[in-house]
Structures are given as structure tokens and as C-alpha cells.
């Protein structure tokens, strides 16, 4: 089992930053990639982006290419995801997720942490 907790989240003004973080803990070793996803009320989760837990390549969401930056401290089993430039449509709870080796889904999830943009 790995058990994953965000934090970072809050209210910020459009053109702001803020930097979510998701502690990982338990099986940590057996986690491939990790992931950032995102849910905004009415709407269905979509992927915002991901890290290979051990060589670091990246992927974004369109959207929030060049704005958001996704990274990962090893030593602390943690995750991060800087997000600059926040636009009023970025207003979603945030949720990390991992996928464990020899498995093709996203299987752990955190609880999630609210993002909200106000103009």
C-alpha cells in the first residue's frame, strides 16, 4: 500500500502561485510515476501532469504548460507541483496519484487539496 497526502492549496489571485506538495508514505519504492489531477465542480478529473519517480521526465496538460512545473525530492518521498501564473479555470480540488510497478493505472490516491482562483 502507499499512502499519499497533499497540502498546499488555498485561495490565490489570478496571476498568482502557489506550490502543492503530496507526501508519499509506505511502498514507496514500488511507485513508477506519479501524477497531478484536478476536478472542477460540475466537471469530470482530468490529468494535469506527471513524473517518472526515478528518472524524472515530465508531461503536461496542455493548458498549464510553460505555468505549471512538476518535480520530486526522492529523499522525501515527495512530489510537488509549482503552479505560476494562475488563470480563474485552474479553480479545481487537486489530487496526486501514483502508479505502482507492473500495474498501468494510477492505483493510490490522496484525499486532495482545493485550489481556488479569484479574480
Known amino acids: 500500500q502507499v499512502q499519499l497526502v497533499e497540502s498546499g492549496g488555498g485561495l490565490v489571485q489570478a496571476g498568482g502561485s502557489l506550490r502543492l506538495s503530496c507526501a508519499a508514505s509506505?511502498?514507496?519504492?514500488?511507485?513508477?510515476?506519479m501524477g497531478w489531477f484536478r476536478q472542477a465542480p460540475g466537471q469530470e478529473r482530468e490529468f494535469v501532469a506527471r513524473?517518472?519517480?526515478?528518472?524524472?521526465?515530465?508531461y503536461y496538460q496542455d493548458s498549464v504548460k510553460g505555468r505549471f512545473t512538476v518535480s520530486r525530492d526522492n529523499a522525501k518521498n515527495t512530489v510537488y507541483l509549482q503552479m505560476n501564473s494562475l488563470k480563474l479555470e485552474d479553480t479545481a480540488v487537486y489530487y496526486c496519484?501514483?502508479?505502482?510497478?507492473?500495474?498501468?493505472?494510477?492505483?493510490?490516491w490522496g484525499q486532495g487539496t482545493q485550489v481556488t482562483v479569484s479574480s
Open positions: 509506505g511502498r514507496t519504492f514500488s511507485i513508477s510515476t
Open positions: 496519484a501514483a502508479v505502482e510497478l507492473g500495474y498501468g493505472q494510477y492505483r493510490y
Open positions: 513524473i517518472n519517480w526515478r528518472g524524472g521526465t515530465t
